[in-house]
């Protein structure tokens, strides 16, 4: 079973277990079906140092992107004894699935500790589905990614969605061919490169697109606002030539909260959209602007929300997020919520259980609402 057990951790404990409780509904109908169950994931983005090919560092340590912390802490989760595998592939891989017993669970190893992952190797999915006898897909966060675990292993074995992947793939359908209106859209976070074509496919759809974070500051200056020294990707303006950012569905701040510098003992200002002088930043919405998203937000039916508003990891420029968040699960709209940042602001409030649903995508998202085929999907369908 490909999982999604990318999650935080820092000193090998678990601080963000999003992903990892998203995946237990599968895991324990596989259990009471008396399955013998294998997970497989990936962690963070490590230099891969293995190789089918060539074994001169075939026993290299690289404990920061291990999954042992993760399997010790979903058999908290579980209250059972997770086993775990130092490898993914090869013998001591088949020693541990030969000792398995009956809705058992074994934690292979980081998938992308071996090139061939990244690669989509045919060879290396061979090698992963060797004492298996089915495949499930339950990991929507990497079905954008052309990877060897989520794409060449269906060619070895007969493959599924699990439950939370088909969740994913109905909600989002729906969110998309039959939203309930009126339709709000909510981009932040900093790359509009990844954002642009969402917007554009939803233009004609949304009743109103609200833009923060980074995103805005790309916006205003396509539009001729001054950003100071703001984040910006002002080189992909070029790209907005489908986007009429004179449409009253088009709603960018109207006030920011600006520093000089990125510190929680910045002193900071509030400035109209366009008065930012040049050695300034734009790190946060302006109450003005906070009060207009939230009152349109509040005349939705539906919102879908991916990339955070704001610089939310400092106290300072968290306002802006924080309090659309906790404004957004008290309307009576159906909430929509996307993105690494975004899950990690809302968690911080305590209010991730308030949203309707909580994708574990953020580029297999913004990827799927934009109209692209995941090959993670495409892959089951065969």
Not at 11 to 32: M, N, V
Not at 251 to 276: Q, R
Request: glycine share 8%; with cysteine; hydrophobic share 40%.
């Amino acid at each position: 079973m490909r999982v999604d057990f990318n999650v935080a951790i820092n000193k090998g404990k678990i601080t963000e277990d999003f992903r990892i409780k998203a995946s237990l509904p599968t895991i324990e109908f596989l259990r009471k079906q008396r399955a013998k169950i294998i997970l497989i994931s990936h962690l963070g983005e490590p230099t891969p140092f293995k190789s089918l090919f060539d074994s001169k560092n075939i026993n290299t340590e690289n404990q920061e992107f291990s999954l042992r912390p993760v399997a010790k802490y979903l058999g908290k989760l579980l209250k059972k004894r997770i086993k775990f595998a130092p490898d993914c592939i090869g013998d001591k891989v088949k020693k541990e699935i030969s000792k398995m017993k009956s809705g058992e669970i074994l934690v292979l190893e980081n998938v992308r500790f071996y090139k061939e992952e990244e690669e989509n190797s045919e060879e290396f999915a061979k090698k992963l589905s060797e004492n298996v006898d089915y495949f499930i897909n339950d990991a929507f966060a990497v079905c954008h990614r052309n990877h060897a675990s989520v794409v060449a292993i269906t060619k070895y074995l007969p493959s599924s969605a699990g439950f939370l992947l088909a969740k994913e793939v109905e909600i989002l359908n729906k969110a998309y061919s039959h939203p309930q209106k009126p339709l709000c859209i909510v981009m932040g976070g900093s790359k509009m490169s990844t954002k642009i074509k969402l917007i554009l496919r939803f233009f004609d759809k949304a009743d109103h697109i609200l833009i923060g974070g980074a995103l805005a500051n790309t916006l205003l200056g396509a539009k001729g606002f001054a950003i100071g020294k703001s984040k910006s990707e002002i080189n992909m303006t070029d790209g907005l030539s489908g986007i009429d950012l004179t449409s009253t569905k088009f709603h960018l701040p109207i006030d920011t909260v600006v520093a000089k510098e990125i510190s929680d003992k910045a002193k900071i200002k509030i400035k109209g959209a366009g008065n930012i002088e040049n050695d300034e930043l734009i790190l946060d919405l302006g109450p003005d602007t906070i009060r207009l998203f939230n009152s349109i937000i509040n005349e939705s039916k539906m919102v879908i929300w991916n990339g955070p508003l704001g610089l939310f990891e400092i106290k300072k420029f968290a306002r802006g997020t924080n309090e659309f968040a906790k404004n957004l699960v008290k309307t009576k709209s159906f909430t929509i919520l996307g993105g690494g940042d975004t899950i990690a602001a809302v968690d911080k409030l305590k209010i991730l259980n308030k949203f309707d649903f909580v994708s574990t995508g953020g580029g297999a998202m913004l990827d799927f609402l934009s109209g692209d085929k995941l090959p993670g999907i495409e892959a089951l369908k065969v």
